[in-house]
């Protein structure tokens, strides 16, 4: 786990991690008793990573950039 944070409802951990493959970042949420663990993002394209995310004050939204980590170009914002 490379960032983390609770949501503002308390109500689950959002978190950057390399747990599917070594090769990337991505983003998964989880309830707080460690129920209901899912991975957040699309489909990475090949050498793209998720690299920053940012919760909406309710709690409904999560936004997040993922780039590609080889050049440090061709970054994209998307919401879940």
């Not at 951990?13 to 090769?23: C, E, F, G, M, P």
């Amino acid at each position: 786990v490379s960032s983390f944070k609770i949501t503002p409802d308390g109500q689950k951990v959002i978190y950057l991690a390399n747990q599917d493959s070594t090769a990337a970042t991505e983003l998964y949420s989880i309830n707080l008793d460690g129920t209901n663990l899912t991975k957040l993002n699309q489909i990475l394209p090949a050498n793209y990573a998720v690299e920053y995310f940012t919760i909406a004050p309710n709690s409904a939204k999560i936004a997040y950039y993922q780039q590609n980590y080889t050049t440090g170009y061709g970054g994209d914002i998307y919401k879940v």
